[in-house]
């Protein structure tokens, strides 16, 4: 069984840096692109970027560009997103999903909820 | 502003047939045949029930179907159940330099 699970929900305060993670299994990890999709509250998902677990190859979205590092351990078979210096407006629910076909995401993590607030 | 656009909200009684609209462009919905559609339940990760315009998932009930003409997709739900309740989002493949956009989602209430 494919399986997503991304690490838990995180309270920080504006400035401060984050690392989360989603953790695959019941596939080859390599393989796969993975994507990591943001929904902030009552919004629908927006698409932030794309990494090839198997050479790290990353495709960003223009709007996330510089914002987030994607990066991915193929020997653990986690991708993780990450920021250097987080804002209020970085609240949001942060899923990854695994992509089948060209903007078609058949598994998805349960999210990890990143809450910014001073 | 979402990329595509999608009714806010819709809703029908137990039974009924109810159709989701998802306005795009040429460099999206009109554009290619990679036109997906998920359900999205409260505090949950959305599910994928649509792909490739018209392809259901296995596991997917038979009563959720896709279509699409020019630029405008379309997600219909036959025999509505209490259970389809949920928020709906169409997303496409995009030439433009987000290669992923989705919709503002659709609220269906089933009455």
């Known amino acids: 069984e494919v399986q997503l699970v991304q690490s838990g929900a995180e309270v920080k305060k504006p400035g401060e840096s984050l690392k989360i993670s989603c953790k695959g299994s019941?596939?080859?990890?390599?393989?796969?692109?993975i994507a990591w999709v943001r929904q902030m509250p009552g919004k629908g998902p927006e698409w932030m970027g794309i990494?090839?677990?198997?050479?790290?190859?990353?495709r960003y979205s223009p709007s996330f560009q510089g914002q987030v590092t994607m990066s991915a351990d193929k020997s653990i078979s986690t991708a993780y997103l990450q920021w250097s210096s987080l804002k209020a407006s970085d609240t949001a629910m942060y899923y990854c999903?695994?992509?089948?076909?060209?903007?078609?995401?058949?598994?998805w993590g349960q999210g990890t909820l990143v809450t910014v607030s001073s | 502003q979402s990329a595509l656009t999608q009714p806010a909200s819709v809703s029908g009684s137990p039974g009924q047939s109810i159709t989701i609209s998802c306005t795009g462009t040429n460099s999206d919905v009109g554009g290619y045949n990679y036109v997906s559609w998920y359900q999205q339940h409260p505090g949950k990760a959305p599910k994928l029930i649509i792909y490739?315009?018209?392809n259901r998932p296995s596991g997917v009930s038979n009563r959720f179907s896709g279509s699409k003409s020019g630029n405008t997709a379309s997600l219909t739900i036959s025999g509505l159940q209490t259970e389809d309740e949920a928020d709906y989002y169409c997303s496409s493949y995009t030439s433009t330099s987000t290669p992923v956009v989705f919709g503002g989602g659709t609220k269906l209430t089933v009455l």
């Open positions: 019941g596939y080859s990890f390599a393989t796969y692109w």
């Open positions: 490739e315009v018209n």
């Open positions: 990494i090839y677990p198997g050479d790290s190859d990353t």
């Open positions: 999903a695994r992509r089948y076909s060209s903007g078609s995401y058949p598994y």
